[in-house]
């Protein structure tokens, strides 16, 4: 079955840097865009970026985009964010989803649990 | 950007309720429009797809309509494990916005 796991999360200072991984296993990752898609404590769900099956597509939101990162290694079944200048305003929980896509539509079929990244002095 | 509107932002019912969730876009985005239920803690999940499709496994009591810019998400006879967040998303262009959300709670 179709699983997605966060690891990498953790405290760290503003200005500081993080990386986090997403392993995929249930699919043949190489056949879908995969997002990151962020949840502030208390808030809303924010979609921060998206990447095709082959990596070749990228694209971000403004609020992360020259600071964040987005790579895929098919091989190793695993999506990646690298997050530099980290700000406060970038604590959340980060999930990782499949993109489902067909006939034009794109929804996020499977999530992952969710990895936090807290980001304070 | 395309924003995403849900009214109401939280909403109190009964078991066994219908209860009707608004979505609306700020532009023209057709019938790509996804709907995820959050249940407290949990990763969302996806419920509804391409505005009125139900996801594989989700019950039949879920509900979705609209195209253009207005939708909505209706379900019928509420079970408590119904009670949760669900929001809208877009998959019509980048950034694929979500709405606020709106919370459903038992009342």
């Known amino acids: 079955q179709v699983q997605l796991e966060e690891s990498g999360g953790g405290l760290v200072k503003p200005g500081g840097s993080l990386r986090l991984s997403c392993a995929a296993s249930?699919?043949?990752?190489?056949?879908?865009?995969m997002s990151w898609i962020r949840q502030a404590p208390g808030k809303g769900l924010e979609w921060i970026s998206h990447i095709s099956g082959s990596g070749t597509t990228i694209k971000y939101a403004e609020s992360i985009e020259g600071r964040f990162t987005v790579s895929r290694d098919n091989a190793k079944k695993s999506l990646y964010l690298q997050m530099n200048s980290l700000r406060v305003e970038d604590t959340a929980v980060y999930y990782c989803?499949?993109?489902?896509?067909?006939?034009?539509?794109?929804?996020?079929?499977?999530w992952g649990q969710g990895t936090l990244v807290t980001v304070s002095s | 950007d395309i924003q995403m509107t849900q009214s109401p932002s939280s909403l109190s019912a009964s078991i066994g309720d219908r209860v009707t969730i608004t979505c609306r876009a700020s532009q023209y985005i057709s019938t790509y429009l996804g709907w995820y239920q959050q249940r407290a803690g949990k990763a969302p999940k996806l419920i509804i797809y391409?505005?009125?499709s139900l996801e594989y496994g989700a019950p039949s009591r879920f509900r979705g309509s609209g195209s253009g810019t207005d939708f909505t998400l209706t379900i019928n006879g509420l079970q408590p494990e119904d009670f949760a967040t669900y929001y809208c998303?877009?998959?019509?262009?980048?950034?694929?916005?979500f709405g606020q959300g709106t919370k459903l709670e038992i009342k």
């Open positions: 391409a505005a009125s």
């Open positions: 998303q877009q998959s019509y262009s980048t950034p694929r916005t």
């Open positions: 249930g699919f043949s990752t190489s056949d879908y865009y």
């Open positions: 989803t499949r993109v489902r896509g067909y006939s034009g539509y794109e929804e996020e079929d499977y």
